[in-house]
């Protein structure tokens, strides 16, 4: 599966199976279990992926990390982790952890160490100064994570430390199957870790994922070949639902255009967290609701919805405490769903369907003060126009002249008369309509770049294409794809990047020719004169 495809279901561990908020290290309570009922929701839901926030041992909500190499307890033993794996790979649904290695708690083995008097211990971890006491008591104070002395920020520069949690990412790995990792706290992480990270991670599994939390700042310098695959989309969160409190859609689009890396590096994009408040909480009318979830489906970017707000739940701090945005919720009592629980589903669907939904490139169509924004997405040959409508009225826009489909209600029209009513939205697809009830996990293959090189590079790359698009062919229909597809998949990478490498090397010998030309030339014009 190429990351593109992913869509995330998110879920908080520790609170979704009602699980105490201190750990006392001895009860150990098989909590996998509740989370296995949840499979058949996240799976009918059209999700491909679930985000587990931390689940490794540690002394309270999971960030203050005691044990990198097993499961905390209070979500059962490292083998009742893996059946729940398991079961989550049988159902085509990839399982990414969220991992805590840019600080630990104080109850991590080394900082006891250096906390009892083994002052060697020091060079794990950031500031250690025994000159001044830390406000917990201890005579040495050290760096933290923002402020909070319960996180004690690693030295990640130190080989040891940088050895010890690489081996401790492999073992999630190889162990226990993991598909991904989001990095807590990527945004003041140390860069040649975490390109360590990716590498270890690409050696074992090559469609392996990185997602860092980065709040804030330039997402090329995370998002790109060497560091990520992706980082939270936080300024494109704040201008979702923003733009929509105070009817000014401009603030989106400006983000959008300004937010994505290379206008292809897909970000993490979400509505609400683990952190934030729930959507349906922040929106100041619950009509947004609708625009919001077709924005999130079809902007560029990885769409991940946080458990429970697909049945419009509500939550926002309560005097600084995370406890309201993290609720336990018996699946097998759920809230009743809503029209929004399938307007999720739906765009799942055609998200699925619909490559350039996927992979396409943003292009800005239509935008006026108080009217709707429209914008297309071209992938291939084949593109998909959005427009929203996040006013209290009926407004119709002019988009040229094609006949097309709007995929959320299959209402045939033309883009010339665009009708768009109060607080909805229109994806139009032109062309032949996949079945609406059929979803595809499995996308199209990305198209081989026409590169100027040799013949046979480009005949090598065309006969993979050619056998993908056989085998692809042959299996439509089949959410459970051939390994022989993925095993293409790979080797058309290898060869697109190393026929970029080869035109990269002709372009420099051709710019060396043409240097060597132009002295040539100037010499000439010397001899002449």
Not at 260 to 269: D, E, K, T
């Amino acid at each position: 599966m190429h990351h593109n495809d992913l869509s995330v279901y998110h879920i908080y561990s520790l609170s979704l199976t009602n699980q105490p908020f201190i750990n006392d290290y001895q009860t150990v309570t098989n909590s996998c279990e509740e989370i296995v009922k949840w499979i058949p929701h996240i799976k009918e839901m059209g999700f491909n992926a679930v985000l587990f926030s931390p689940v490794l041992k540690s002394r309270s909500h999971g960030y203050d990390v005691t044990d990198y190499y097993n499961i905390d307890n209070r979500l059962g033993t490292n083998e009742n982790f893996k059946y729940l794996v398991e079961n989550f790979h049988k159902n085509d649904i990839k399982v990414i952890l969220d991992c805590v290695f840019n600080h630990c708690g104080r109850d991590f083995p080394i900082f006891q160490e250096l906390k009892n008097g083994d002052r060697s211990k020091a060079e794990w971890f950031m500031g250690v100064d025994f000159n001044r006491q830390s406000p917990m008591g201890d005579y040495f104070d050290y760096s933290t994570w923002s402020g909070y002395y319960e996180l004690v920020k690693f030295n990640l520069a130190n080989p040891k430390v940088k050895e010890y949690l690489l081996n401790a990412a492999k073992f999630w790995v190889t162990e226990l199957g993991a598909d991904g990792f989001r990095l807590d706290s990527a945004n003041v992480m140390d860069f040649d870790f975490m390109m360590a990270l990716r590498y270890e991670m690409t050696q074992l599994k090559p469609d392996f994922w990185l997602m860092g939390e980065v709040v804030s700042g330039d997402y090329n310098r995370w998002v790109n070949n060497d560091v990520l695959h992706s980082v939270t989309g936080y300024m494109v969160y704040k201008a979702l639902f923003s733009s929509h409190n105070s009817n000014n859609l401009y603030e989106l689009e400006n983000t959008i255009s300004r937010a994505v890396p290379s206008q292809g590096l897909p970000l993490y994009n979400f509505l609400d967290n683990h952190d934030q408040p729930r959507i349906a909480s922040n929106v100041e009318r619950r009509e947004y609701l609708y625009t919001l979830y077709t924005l999130l489906f079809t902007i560029p970017g990885i769409p991940s919805v946080y458990y429970g707000s697909e049945w419009e739940m509500k939550g926002v701090k309560n005097n600084g405490s995370d406890a309201p945005l993290r609720p336990y919720i018996d699946i097998e009592n759920s809230p009743k769903a809503t029209d929004i629980t399938a307007l999720i589903r739906k765009l799942n669907q055609i998200r699925a369907n619909y490559a350039p939904l996927r992979y396409g490139n943003y292009k800005l169509l239509f935008l006026k003060y108080h009217e709707p924004f429209a914008f297309e997405r071209a992938y291939n040959g084949e593109k998909v126009i959005v427009a929203i409508n996040n006013q209290d009225r009926d407004f119709t826009i002019s988009l040229g002249n094609e006949n097309c489909t709007d995929v959320l209600t299959n209402q045939k029209m033309n883009t010339s008369n665009i009708q768009i009513p109060a607080f909805s939205s229109r994806i139009l697809v032109f062309g032949e309509i996949v079945n609406p009830d059929k979803i595809i996990i499995r996308s199209e293959i990305v198209s081989p770049p026409v590169i100027n090189v040799s013949e046979d590079g480009i005949v090598t790359v065309m006969e993979i294409k050619k056998e993908i698009e056989v085998v692809h062919e042959k299996s439509q229909g089949n959410i459970q794809r051939t390994k022989r597809l993925d095993e293409l998949e790979t080797n058309l990478i290898k060869k697109e990047k190393q026929i970029a490498e080869r035109e990269k090397k002709l372009q420099q010998r051709e710019d060396k020719l043409n240097s060597v030309i132009n002295q040539l030339q100037t010499i000439l014009e010397d001899l002449k004169n």
